[in-house]
């Protein structure tokens, strides 16, 4: 399988501070990856896929980059509204398979 | 607008079994797989497997072949999961979601999740 490992698990940002998540993939996954938003108690919601592709009403201060084994998530400026968990998802090989997570906390 | 609603929470003793259902309105049924992940400890995510809904066949992660079972209702658009011989290990949260639109796009349509809970 697949390994995705994701970093940092936790961090804590300041409003409208700029915040980064990776990932690195065990091998090259040719941007089949995926970024979830999952707040306390909801379903994960999809953020990001194909790398880099902002799914439908996601706000843009959200953007996926990368390529080859390491992707990274951006906020650029942090909003109360983000304080959630954050996961990465390959799904260049079965199984799909997914990084252990990020908890993002406002400061 | 899409929509998969999930059954009820589920207490159940150690050796049994549980049967998930995942109902899906606002697209064709039939056009998409439904694929099941667990959360354990309200954290990480792992894919148990997929079922299209229209053929019935199913790819399970190696690790669920032995646990989980799929299954689909046409006739009411309702996708299953029987988990069997139940442990402490199989409580978690478990959901239903469906592809964006291709297997490569992410899932972009979750269920509500169901907690199941092992306990004598």
């Known amino acids: 399988d697949i390994q995705m490992t994701q970093s940092p698990a936790s961090l804590s940002a300041s409003l409208g501070e700029t915040v980064s998540i990776e990932c690195l993939a065990s091998?090259?996954?040719?941007?089949?990856l995926a970024w979830y938003q999952q707040k306390s108690g909801k379903s994960p919601q999809l953020l990001i896929y194909?790398?880099?592709r902002l799914q439908d009403g996601v706000p843009s201060r959200f953007s996926g980059s990368g390529s080859g084994t390491r992707y990274s998530l951006k906020i650029s400026g942090m909003q109360p509204e983000d304080e959630a968990d954050y996961f990465c998802?390959?799904?260049?090989?079965?199984?799909?398979?997914f990084g252990a997570g990020t908890k993002l906390e406002l400061k | 607008q899409v929509n998969l609603l999930q059954s009820g929470a589920a207490l159940v003793k150690p050796g049994a079994s549980v049967k998930l259902s995942c109902k899906a309105s606002?697209?064709?049924?039939?056009?998409?797989?439904i694929h099941w992940v667990k959360q354990s400890h309200g954290k990480s995510l792992e894919w148990i497997g997929y079922?299209?809904?229209?053929?019935?066949?199913?790819n399970y992660n190696e690790k669920f072949k032995s646990k989980a079972t799929l299954t689909v209702d046409k006739s009411t658009n309702t996708a299953y999961m029987e988990l069997s011989r139940l442990t402490s290990e199989d409580s978690a949260t478990y959901y239903c979601?469906?592809?964006?639109?291709?297997?490569?796009?992410?899932?972009?349509?979750w269920g509500q999740g169901v907690m199941v809970t092992v306990s004598s």
């Open positions: 079922i299209n809904p229209n053929s019935g066949y199913t």
């Open positions: 979601t469906r592809d964006r639109i291709y297997y490569y796009d992410g899932y972009g349509y």
């Open positions: 194909a790398a880099s």
């Open positions: 606002g697209y064709t049924f039939t056009d998409y797989y």
């Open positions: 091998e090259g996954i040719s941007n089949d």
């Open positions: 998802q390959q799904s260049y090989k079965y199984p799909p398979t």
